[in-house]
């Protein structure tokens, strides 16, 4: 993992100062603390700036790269964030052609790969990646980000024509003529999505800041000077279809064995994100047993005085296969601590404590000296991990059965929310927009006729951007690289092929890759039905985040005030501690203030809906 920024302009002349590449830089040195490289190309026109976190290399490998483009004397220069997982197989091809490696970096393959195969390099990678690859001869540039989205790759045209590039929009956001304004149309989507589906996210193409978007995951972009700037998809979601004797079960074990094993680092030690749910169980019984795997660890979060059953099962795991298991134990008052190391993160608000609990496990590991840490998300996406519980699989699916249901779901939903903004900005957002362009991109888009497959995509393009995004943040503040073994396309692909009627029963679902590592896996996780990662249920810890929640509401500086409704807010936290208190007096805990609503009942107040507007005014008083 990686931290990168640049800038470029083929008009103009570029230096450190009217670019600010070194605070660019500096601003995601947390991804990258063990060295620092800049580039600046011959004439000008490009600069970078990279922070790397030495994973593999160790010893010797360039943080930054710029090559003599075969047969000419120009360079062609990269700046690159991730881990190319099939670069000696592109290796060998590459040396047959006639191409000369200076490094044993995996990255190099993307700049040799550039001047064989040009755009197409990109569809011929697997790994989890973000580049920005500079042709001098050609003046063109190509910007590539992986599939599913695990890395990131913000940018922006700045005020004075100069693109900008960043791994997170703080990097972008240092440059000079990138100024600070709050994209309404992305908070907007946040908010409605934090009261609709099961998280807060705003279009994946977009971030909380008007000037800062983000290359979607699946797309490449080009830059020269002659056809400016353009984006392409070169990867999409499909469902393949196989014989009926097809053995499901060993292409699924085959892919995903194959996909740890990829991830496993050969320099550095490993580390698990372990929950003891059936995917990561599954990650951590094969990381385990891959001979080339050093050391492990595992981590799994704990609440003080609260349940975790992910830590239960966590230890059930551990000791099973021998791994060490530590924990970070989280007070209330622990977790308060880590709301603003959150925002900040984050680049913006979030919906869910659950984040706390992630950036507690990133760092215990950090704190123990690992680098690398393999989880198992994207395994719900592919194979129906949600059936029994998200709405429009199994649960609610008259709400999501064609394009017109949803648009009447997110309309309704739309009506609720509206409430919480300031009648002003809401003049000025275009709610019926926001929904035509999610529908139509989302879920009309997949090519699948049958609506539980177009909310299966629906979900691995929108939920699963928001879970990679969220563990990219967290664990890059603890200068760690999330891997992620389920999604690469191999494991996508034999995920998909599974039908439907062999992957969920009246009670249990993702029945082929449990079956598929039965014998790896404890009985009581292999029987373990799908949960979420745990949010406390300790109502001391609710207390003090209402609290905190009119504090802010109080103290708030009066400008926000022209985007939000200070008296809904305000009867938000009111109705969030008649919640409380009603909960304190029967005795019971905090699980219902946790709980998601289905979209066919009437929006209850929940912990996460105050959590969006908590985190909301935290992020404007550290940005505005």
Not at 250 to 271: G, N, Q
Request: with cysteine.
């Amino acid at each position: 993992m990686c931290g990168v920024a640049g800038a470029i302009n083929f008009k103009r002349e570029l230096d450190s100062k009217t670019t600010n590449i070194e605070a660019m830089t500096q601003a995601v040195h947390h991804r990258g603390p063990d060295a620092i490289a800049y580039y600046h190309s011959p004439n000008k026109h490009v600069i970078f700036g990279h922070n790397r976190l030495c994973i593999t290399g160790v010893t010797n490998q360039p943080t930054i790269m710029a090559l003599n483009k075969k047969g000419t004397k120009s360079q062609i220069a990269i700046v690159f964030n991730g881990e190319i997982y099939n670069f000696r197989e592109l290796k060998e091809e590459l040396i047959v052609k006639g191409y000369k490696f200076i490094s044993p970096s995996d990255f190099e393959v993307i700049v040799h790969g550039w001047h064989e195969w040009g755009k197409k390099c990109v569809d011929r990678l697997d790994g989890e990646f973000a580049f920005v690859v500079y042709d001098e001869e050609t003046n063109q540039v190509l910007i590539g980000r992986d599939r599913t989205g695990v890395k990131p790759m913000f940018y922006s045209f700045a005020a004075n024509g100069d693109f900008v590039f960043g791994s997170e929009p703080k990097a972008v956001l240092q440059h000079p003529n990138v100024k600070k304004v709050i994209d309404k149309h992305a908070l907007a989507e946040f908010i409605l999505e934090a009261h609709t589906f099961a998280g807060g996210i705003h279009d994946p193409g977009s971030s909380f800041y008007k000037n800062v978007k983000q290359l979607k995951a699946g797309f490449f972009a080009t830059l020269d000077e002659v056809r400016g700037f353009r984006i392409k998809r070169y990867w999409d979601i499909t469902f393949p279809t196989m014989p009926d004797n097809y053995n499901h079960v060993a292409a699924v074990r085959k892919a995903v064995k194959e996909s740890v094993e990829l991830r496993v680092p050969t320099e550095v030690p490993t580390s698990i994100g372990l929950s003891g749910g059936v995917d990561s169980s599954i990650v951590a019984a094969v990381a385990k047993n891959s001979p080339q795997t050093k050391d492990i660890l595992a981590s799994c979060v704990q609440y003080a005085d609260a349940d975790n059953e992910d830590y239960e099962h966590a230890k059930i795991v551990s000791e099973k296969l021998s791994i060490t298991l530590v924990s970070p134990n989280l007070t209330p008052e622990k977790m308060m601590e880590y709301i603003d190391r959150c925002v900040i993160a984050m680049d913006g608000p979030f919906d869910s404590i659950r984040r706390i609990g992630m950036l507690a496990n990133y760092e215990t590991l950090a704190q123990k000296g690992y680098k690398v840490t393999l989880i198992g998300e994207g395994s719900d996406e592919f194979n129906l991990g949600y059936y029994h519980t998200f709405p429009g699989l199994k649960l609610d699916q008259d709400k999501c059965r064609s394009s017109e249901d949803l648009k009447n779901l997110y309309g309704s939903r739309a009506d609720f929310v509206v409430k919480f903004f300031n009648a002003n900005f809401l003049s000025r957002v275009n709610y019926k927009g926001i929904i035509d362009h999610v529908v139509e991109e989302y879920y009309e888009h997949c090519a699948e006729s049958d609506p539980l497959k177009k909310m299966q995509y629906f979900y691995a393009k929108r939920f699963l951007q928001f879970l990679e995004d969220s563990n990219d943040r967290v664990a890059a503040a603890n200068a760690i690289e999330a891997r992620l073994p389920f999604v690469s396309p191999a494991v996508i692909e034999a995920c998909l092929a599974v039908p439907k009627e062999k992957n969920v029963t009246k009670d249990s679902e993702k029945r082929i890759l449990r079956e598929a590592f039965r014998d790896l896996l404890p009985a009581e996780v292999y029987d373990r039905p799908k949960s979420p990662f745990p949010a406390n249920e300790n109502l001391k810890l609710h207390k003090m985040i209402q609290r905190l929640f009119e504090k802010n509401i109080s103290e708030a500086q009066e400008s926000i005030w022209q985007m939000l409704n200070k008296d809904e807010q305000q009867k938000l936290n009111d109705g969030y501690y008649r919640s409380i208190q009603r909960l304190e007096k029967s005795g019971k805990g905090g699980q219902k203030l946790n709980t998601w609503i289905p979209v066919s009942k009437s929006i209850e107040v929940r912990t996460y809906h105050v959590f969006t507007f908590l985190t909301l005014l935290r992020w404007y008083k550290l940005n505005f």
